[in-house]
């Protein structure tokens, strides 16, 4: 599957199941949000979250100036449904945001499928202020016990497949050496384990619901709903290795455009507007607000 066959794959996947990730990561033993969170209730300025679907972190930033985008209709709206907000509409490779703006960039499980990956993670430097944070929760391939592993392979293996065709495996355990590349300080990076309760055949058709899967067949797709419903019962858990990475833009390289930035400035002359708080926001296009957008991730 080519770029553009996978972005209109991945526009329509999250147009048709709004909130996926956050209803998946409800089955979860502790929120993964709250830990994606943590590194960023302190931070000074505005939190941008990237790629912010159902925008699930706002709930765990509710003291923070924060603003969600996203490209996906469906996603901003079940967002703006939930009174979460503000909320932009705008491409992950094409922030419209004026730079050095950001005090930090949240990146949901979004970064292993955004593409393209370079423009992506230059834009984010970009619209970053000198020291700004980015903190992004990704997948991990490590960490699985044999027992975790002979559980994932029974899913995979319903679901016809061995692995979810990512546009970018190597940011999952190999983010933060993908983030110094792309000139960015890493601070820490850190693996944990969260568990999934799959005690009812609904739970177990989420988890394959929320998995990558773009040649899944209509037949396949049924088979394995009732294979993963018979898997399923009181009791039944699955390991989740998720890894956090918190990174900054260094200072010392204030006034460079990092190769791969894209230089994207369409937000960089905006008028400023006022947020739901009332506080003034530079750099940002007019949002959607808590509204259901007109027009994820």
Do not use: K
């Amino acid at each position: 599957m080519d770029e553009r066959d996978w972005r209109r794959y991945l526009s329509a996947y999250h147009d048709s199941r709004p909130g996926i990730t956050e209803r998946l990561f409800q089955l979860a033993d502790t929120s993964p949000y709250a830990w994606l969170a943590g590194p960023l209730r302190a931070v000074p300025g505005t939190v941008l979250d990237l790629a912010c679907g159902s925008a699930p972190t706002r709930d765990f930033l509710p003291g923070n100036d924060w603003v969600g985008i996203d490209l996906s209709q469906g996603e901003l709206a079940e967002a703006a449904r939930r009174g979460r907000g503000p909320l932009v509409r705008a491409s992950a490779d094409a922030l419209p945001v004026a730079s050095g703006t950001i005090g930090a960039v949240c990146a949901a499980m979004c970064l292993p499928v955004l593409t393209p990956l370079p423009q992506v993670l230059g834009g984010i430097r970009r619209v970053l202020r000198p020291g700004g944070m980015l903190a992004a929760l990704v997948p991990a391939q490590s960490g699985l016990s044999v027992s975790g592993l002979l559980g994932w392979a029974r899913v995979m293996s319903a679901l016809g497949t061995m692995r979810q065709p990512w546009p970018n495996p190597q940011a999952r355990d190999g983010l933060a050496a993908l983030l110094r590349t792309a000139g960015f300080r890493v601070y820490s990076d850190e693996r944990r384990i969260f568990t999934l309760a799959l005690d009812s055949p609904d739970a177990a058709a989420l988890l394959g619901d929320a998995l990558y899967l773009p040649d899944l067949t209509p037949r396949r797709t049924e088979h394995a709903r009732r294979t993963l419903a018979g898997w399923a019962r009181p009791g039944r858990r699955l390991p989740l290795p998720l890894r956090l990475v918190v990174a900054e833009r260094p200072a010392d390289h204030a006034g460079q455009e990092h190769v791969g930035s894209g230089a994207h400035q369409t937000g960089a002359h905006v008028r400023p507007h006022r947020s739901r708080r009332g506080a003034p926001r530079a750099g940002l296009p007019r949002c959607c607000g808590s509204r259901r957008p007109g027009g994820w991730s």
